[in-house]
Nanobody
């Protein structure tokens, strides 16, 4: 059983910064791809950033130049540094991980989500 636990959300004023964290726990052998997703009020969940085990990163156009995804494999943790936040960034942020378990099985898991609210 794999659990992803997110933290770091909260209320911030426009132009401010937040750093989100997501920690995976369980019988984890390795994590291939990490991703962060954003779900704005009334909209579908969309990819914001991803990072592969190779270190290769990808960002949504809206996140480029403002957000940075990083990973710490020793801690089974992924981070999302968010700078220059705007009200459009408001919503729930979810982490996702492609995980290889010690028994060889693959697990694709979601975090519970953390709320980010950016005031004008």
């Amino acid at each position: 059983q794999v659990f992803l636990v997110e933290s770091g959300g909260g209320l911030v004023q426009a132009g401010g910064s937040l750093k989100l964290s997501c920690v995976a726990s369980g019988s984890i052998f390795s994590i291939d791809d990490w991703g962060w997703y954003h779900q704005a009020p009334g909209k579908q969940r969309e990819s914001v950033a991803s990072v592969a085990s190779s270190g290769t990163t990808n960002y949504a156009d809206s996140a480029k130049g403002r957000f940075t995804i990083s990973r710490d494999d020793a801690k089974n943790t992924v981070y999302l540094q968010m700078n220059s936040l705007s009200p459009e960034d408001t919503g729930v942020y979810y982490c996702h991980a492609d995980i290889i378990l010690y028994n060889g099985y693959r697990s694709r898991s979601w975090g519970q989500g953390t709320q980010v609210t950016v005031s004008s």
